[in-house]
């Protein structure tokens, strides 16, 4: 897989200086019994919400009220959930969210690679005002803009589609501002020079040098925006209701609302939910860890 | 998936020089000249366009929406700022407001002050299965809020919840979490701190391993002690992480919306608690615009939000540099 | 003879033509097994219609749509099933936003004076003939969907919500008191003995009596004829002594203790009753479809008594279809089918929400039938004779967000943030500001 083999490059890079660099005298000791013990309960901490979500998804509805209460896996996952998709169109909502957060993933890294490279690496008058503008809304709640938002999409018709999710979300400028800072450390000068002298158009020197180049940043953009899509609640909940068209973190809410009387099925519900998101970190994981690390020294 | 086809689609970048051949001439130049001038401008205009139309207009329109009487159907009648005289005096803001900050602070502080100690245990050296540890705690960064909050509101839960079998069980009582404005409050900073402390501890742990180790070097040559490395080199180094991670829960926090919105889970959730205990500014904000479908007043805490939040994050930039310099 | 259903219908035009429709349909209604409509009325090759019906709650109609669909293959229902507070919210938004609006909408009767207000915003069943179902309904409860001049009907009746007082049996025999129905009944003609016996089971058992405060407040306030408006829609929340009264008995037991202080309507509530937190339950038919569902494990426990000071009416929704919709011929039929006597009998027996068809009530379907989870009680009789003492009490405008204030300031003092006199003073505070000063 190519995604997978780029990430692995851009998780290398701090892997690689961590394990480069020497360590000499230090504010910090050796591991030890004591530094495995507190990892141990920090691990377990982390990860207990989620083994609880499948002790209630696994267990009937009663269990929940059983005084002590169930604390193992039970049996009845499959059945929770064949109830939880049989009830609501859950999987539809899977759907549609994958959908939603395929597509605001795509775009958002094409055009963030595009203006990164732009603020990067191009001349252009106003540049540095442009860049600026896009820092500072990097700190600025769009969210907020729910109300007029609202009345764009009823005044588009578009309350209930899908587009009403995705497109608000077709940029950002954090994506913009990573992946300049990607380009800037990633794309050689001299080389897109060297494509100028031999009569490189500019959106050639984008697509042969800057996209290859860019791809591990961009893979990790593209990673972090499709969980942060998955996981988007407030605007979904407020422009879809028709359960065919929900995004899963809406159904997930209208199930728990209204299906209060079997929460065996809702914990199985959330359990899909979560579900998607767990299988990629598996399988991702180190290139995300990797890519949340080397954001924190490039912001 | 178009993210794979960007990134199958490369080519050895100057595998083939000269691109479509040598033409030169005046018409070539001239069009490489307006390659050049129009490019970038072409290249960023996506994103401005998009973001005008659907993240700065929205807000600069949520201001003159909060000047009207504003409904559902679209009639409107221009009141000016009584919006805002109302929302002063009106007692719900308030209670939003309070609860909004509580719940903020004691999310944040704790968990960063956890984040940088787990970073401190993660950097110990020769520390074994890494990726595990680090992935480990990343995990309940990509679960999501509405899973998070019905999870932890059933553990939380008076009469069936976990914690209250726990605490019952060492003897201790029952708390009822929803009742109270403390218990509620960090009932819910439990989820926002369970979701996050992991995401910050590899900030500050990335923070933390970029330390030029001559640094360290040639503070221990100066004498400097276990205490005085910390305090002159660790904490003057992880300056712009704290800050980012500040910067960041600022953003999150005082946004904070699912978790109360879940937490209550009856009939009415949105109020916040039946003395609106938990009730955020955004739930508050969600109560009026599209549960009372009052648009105008809906829009004036929005816009207030908004305000509050970037006075925030300003202010947290300031104090920062207030302690650089005060350095 | 079935106008055809694929050819686009003006509607003004169509009004005759759909009048004759109803007629039709209220003669296949007449009797006889509860078939979906005629045979013939779906000529097989009708266009596909999909319509969406929104609910919350329980109503209990799973079967009989498969039902219909079976007899109308061209017609597919589909259901969303939402929490009541964010069912009628969305439905709300989906009317005034003019998109997102389902074809079929169940409207509670707390929020159908609210919705009849903008009657435009629904078709007028009128229009396609309901005016010769009136005789199947309840009077009253035909009134409440009917706009004021009578012009517009936007909803047909689906259930009604006569009152009674459901328990455990095993807990009461736990209490020492009696489980036998006439003589717990007897137990309570007022509210006070009722809050005394409370008192006498929670010491004994040591869970709570009742359920929440707000459980029991509900039953007392919709035992008047007026709750929070009066007649001529006028707001009367702080001086209609009904409302004083429901609130002080609700704070008497509360103090009192026997409240097991569980938010109805949430996980807790389900795991409570699953687990016998809390002794009785009010009981409007409607509760029997919840209990069932949420506790099928105390089946044979529970019994069903009459409730303290007679009768009274709590829910019962109706079913609109929303203008928005694109096959209103379609929905009405589905509907109006839906409705008739012989299906919400089939909800009673199954489900247990009582029909709003009195000319069942004296039937001997109704009559004999008994239902095994509540040890046997003669359900339909019980509640038939609640149904016909019910004076039916008016709904006005805002009712749906009134009682969320005020079951919010029953739990403030339940969960012990405010003391009932505080939480009396902030209550009219806060519909004063969110519905207006009252009279």
């Not at chain 2, 919105?261 to 904000?285: E, I, K, P």
């Not at chain 3, 006889?32 to 609910?55: D, H, I, K, R």
């Amino acid at each position: 897989m190519a995604t997978a083999g780029a990430l692995e490059r851009a998780a290398a890079r701090p892997r690689a200086r961590a394990r480069g660099a020497k360590r000499g005298p230090r504010a910090v000791g050796r591991a030890g019994l004591r530094t495995y013990g507190l990892l141990a309960v920090a691990v377990a901490l982390s990860l207990f919400p989620l083994y609880w979500m499948f002790v209630v998804g696994s267990n009937d509805s009663s269990a929940i009220s059983r005084v002590p209460p169930t604390v193992v896996p039970g049996p009845n996952f499959l059945r929770n959930a064949s109830r939880v998709v049989h009830t609501v169109p859950f999987l539809r909502s899977l759907l549609n969210t994958a959908i939603v957060a395929t597509a605001v993933t795509a775009s958002v890294v094409f055009f963030s690679t595009l203006a990164g490279f732009a603020f990067a690496r191009l001349q252009f008058r106003g540049r540095g005002v442009l860049f600026l503008l896009i820092v500072a809304t990097m700190i600025v709640p769009v969210q907020l803009g729910i109300i007029p938002q609202f009345m764009i999409m009823v005044r588009l018709g578009w309350v209930d589609r899908l587009q009403a999710v995705i497109v608000p979300g077709l940029v950002t400028a954090f994506g913009v501002f990573w992946m300049r800072q990607y380009i800037s450390s990633a794309v050689p000068q001299e080389l897109l020079e060297a494509g100028r002298v031999d009569g490189c158009s500019t959106f050639r020197l984008f697509w042969s040098v800057v996209v290859p180049a860019a791809r591990p940043g961009a893979a990790v953009l593209g990673l972090f925006t499709f969980m942060q899509t998955w996981n988007d609640f407030l605007w979904p909940l407020v422009v879809l209701r028709d359960p065919n068209r929900l995004t899963v973190q809406v159904a997930l809410q209208g199930l728990n609302e209204a299906y209060f009387e079997d929460y065996g099925m809702v914990m199985a519900g959330t359990v899909l939910s979560v579900l998607p998101l767990l299988v990629i970190f598996v399988l991702l994981g180190r290139q995300i860890v990797g890519g949340i690390m080397e954001g924190a020294l490039k912001g | 998936m178009s993210l794979g086809q960007v990134v199958e689609r490369t080519g050895s970048p100057l595998a083939r020089p000269g691109g479509s051949g040598p033409r030169p001439g005046r018409r070539r130049l001239t069009l490489s000249r307006l390659d050049v001038a129009v490019s970038p401008y072409l290249y960023v205009a996506p994103f401005f366009l998009l973001f005008a139309a659907f993240g700065l207009f929205p807000i600069l329109y949520t201001a003159f929406v909060s000047l009207h009487r504003w409904d559902i159907i679209g009639s409107r009648t221009w009141i000016g700022l009584q919006n805002y005289r109302d929302l002063l005096a009106d007692p719900r803001f308030w209670i939003a407001l309070r609860n909004t900050f509580s719940i903020w602070v004691l999310s944040t502080v704790p968990q960063l002050a956890l984040a940088l100690f787990l970073a401190h245990v993660l950097d110990r050296r020769f520390l074994r299965a890494k990726t595990f540890f680090r992935m480990a705690l990343l995990v309940p960064n990509v679960t999501s809020v509405v899973a998070v909050a019905i999870v932890f509101t059933s553990i939380f839960g008076l009469h069936f919840g976990l914690v209250n079998y726990v605490l019952e069980s060492l003897g201790l009582g029952r708390i009822d979490w929803k009742a109270g404005v403390l218990s509620s409050h960090l009932a819910i900073s439990a989820m926002v701190m369970w979701r996050w402390t992991g995401y910050n501890a590899l900030i500050y742990l990335a923070a933390l391993q970029s330390i030029p180790q001559e640094l360290y070097e040639a503070a221990v040559i100066d004498g400097a002690s276990h205490f005085q490395l910390l305090r002159r080199v660790t904490v003057p180094m992880l300056r712009p992480a704290i800050l980012f991670t500040v910067v960041v829960s600022t953003i999150g926090g005082l946004q904070i919306f699912a978790e109360p919105l879940v937490f209550d889970g009856g009939q009415y959730a949105y109020r916040g608690g039946t003395g609106r205990q938990y009730s955020t500014l955004a739930l508050f904000l969600y109560e009026q615009g599209f549960r009372s479908f009052k648009f105008g007043y809906a829009a004036a805490v929005a816009w207030v939000l908004f305000v509050l939040i970037s006075v925030m994050v300003v202010l947290n930039v300031l104090v920062f540099r207030r302690i650089r310099s005060a350095d | 003879m079935w106008p055809s259903r694929s050819r686009p219908r003006p509607r003004r035009r169509g009004v005759a033509l759909l009048a004759t429709a109803g007629l039709l349909l209220a003669a296949c209604q007449g009797g006889g097994p509860p078939t979906a409509g005629a045979p013939g009325t779906s000529p097989q090759g009708a266009e596909p219609v999909t319509l969406n019906m929104w609910l919350f709650g329980e109503f209990g109609y799973g079967p009989l749509i498969e039902r219909y669909h079976r007899e109308h293959p061209n017609v597919t229902v589909k259901t969303k099933v939402a929490d009541y507070g964010a069912h009628h919210d969305a439905l709300t938004a989906g009317l005034a936003s003019g998109s997102g609006a389902p074809d079929i909408a169940a409207i509670e009767v707390g929020f159908i004076a609210a919705f009849k207000a903008r009657p435009e915003n629904f078709y007028n069943l009128l229009d396609f003939g309901a005016g010769d179902l009136q005789g199947d309904y309840l009077p009253w409860k035909w009134q409440q969907a009917l706009t004021g001049d009578g012009s517009a009907l936007i909803g047909l009746p689906t259930d009604v919500g006569p009152m009674a007082m459901c328990y455990r049996t095993d807990l009461f025999e736990q209490a020492g008191l009696p489980t036998d129905r006439e003589e717990v009944g007897a137990l309570w003609p007022t509210w006070s003995d009722f809050i005394e016996v409370g008192r006498r089971f929670t010491q004994a058992t040591g869970v709570g009596f009742i359920d929440a405060g707000s459980q029991l407040y509900n039953a007392i306030v919709n035992q008047g004829t007026e709750k929070y408006y009066r007649r001529d829609d006028t707001l009367v929340y702080a001086s209609n002594p009904q409302v004083k009264k429901a609130w002080d008995l609700t704070m008497e037991a509360i103090q009192a203790g026997i409240s097991a202080q569980i938010a109805p309507f949430t996980a807790e509530w389900n795991a409570g009753m699953q687990r016998g937190s809390f002794g009785v339950l009010t009981c409007p038919a409607w509760m029997m479809g919840y209990i069932q569902g949420q506790a099928p494990d105390t089946a044979g426990k529970w019994d069903i008594a009459p409730m303290p000071e007679g009768s009274g009416n709590w829910g019962g929704s109706f079913l609109a279809l929303p203008r928005q919709g694109q096959h209103p011929q379609e929905a009405y039929q589905f509907i109006s089918w839906l409705l008739a006597p012989e299906q919400q009998l089939y909800v009673f027996e199954h489900t247990g929400n009582f029909p709003s068809t009195p000319e069942l009530y004296s039937d001997p379907a109704i009559q004999d039938f008994s239902n095994p989870f509540f040890n046997d009680a003669p359900v339909g009789r019980i509640f038939a004779e609640s149904a016909m003492k019910v004076t039916p009490i008016y709904e006005g405008s805002q009712e749906g967000q009134i009682r969320s204030i005020v079951e919010s300031a029953i739990g403030r003092v339940e969960q012990g943030q405010q003391s009932p006199g505080e939480a009396w003073a902030s209550l009219l505070e806060e519909l004063e500001r969110e519905v207006g000063p009252s009279s």
